[in-house]
T-cell receptor, first 112, second 112 residues
Framework: GNSVTQMEGPVTLSEEAFLTINCTYT??????LFWYVQYPGEGLQLLLKATKADDKGSNKGFEATYRKETTSFHLEKGSVQVSDSAVYFCAQGRRDTDKLIFGTGTRLQVFP | EAQVTQNPRYLITVTGKKLTVTCSQNMNHEYMSWYRQDPGLGLRQIYY???????DKGDVPEGYKVSRKEKRNFPLILESPSPNQTSLYFC???????????FGSGTRLTVV
């Protein structure tokens, strides 16, 4: 069935380091792909999305490219800040239903 | 401000006492969903609705009910709560399948 697999955390980085959080998916057909971010005590916020192969989603310095050949949607940022500390969720959206399938989340901790 | 509003934010209740968590959105979105978030399991969909009077089961619907009598409201009903329903619950809404969801701030439910 459809699923999303994320790297386990926590990911611990120093400020200004390069960030990669891996995400791969299994799906029938071509889902939309999303990254959501959850700051402590808050709900999830949509960070970026891509709706078809080779699309690149970007927002707030974060980027992810929809790679059909590797079924991946890795999240990257060139220089992280302490304020980026949060839990990041990769998700796919099925076109035949209204269902978002989430990965288990990756906690990012950025230290000054 | 465009938002999804859930109430209450925190709730402690006893086993078997019926409760309702309300959810309202002011964006005229057609799609609405309920998710629960549990450590190590990520987010799992409970129910979703693609329009007024149209609802369907997600991955973990047992023990829950929903209704969609108006476009803006999508309450989650626990007729007889049990301790295994202790969780963090999120309501979300979306304009369409590829747009991405807007999430509420969450309801932390404890059933003792």
């Amino acid at each position: 069935g459809n699923s999303v697999t994320q790297m386990e955390g926590p990911v611990t980085l120093s400020e200004e380091a390069f960030l990669t959080i891996n995400c791969t998916y299994t799906a029938t057909g071509y889902p939309s792909l999303f990254w959501y971010v959850q700051y402590p005590g808050e709900g999830l916020q949509l960070l970026l999305k891509a709706t078809k192969a080779d699309d690149k989603g970007s927002n707030k310095g974060f980027e992810a490219t929809y790679r059909k050949e590797t079924t991946s949607f890795h999240l990257e940022k060139g220089s992280v800040q302490v304020s980026d500390s949060a839990v990041y969720f990769c998700a796919q959206g099925r076109r035949d239903t209204d269902k978002l399938i989430f990965g288990t989340g990756t906690r990012l901790q950025v230290f000054p | 401000e465009a938002q999804v509003t859930q109430n209450p934010r925190y709730l402690i209740t006893v086993t078997g006492k019926k409760l309702t968590v309300t959810c309202s959105q002011n964006m005229n979105h057609e799609y609405m969903s309920w998710y629960r978030q549990d450590p190590g399991l990520g987010l799992r969909q409970i129910y979703y609705s693609m329009n007024v009077e149209v609802t369907d089961k997600g991955d973990v619907p047992e023990g829950y009910k929903v209704s969609r009598k108006e476009k803006r409201n999508f309450p989650l009903i626990l007729e007889s709560p049990s301790p295994n329903q202790t969780s963090l619950y999120f309501c979300a809404s979306s304009r369409d399948r590829d747009y991405g969801y807007t999430f509420g701030s969450g309801t932390r439910l404890t059933v003792v």
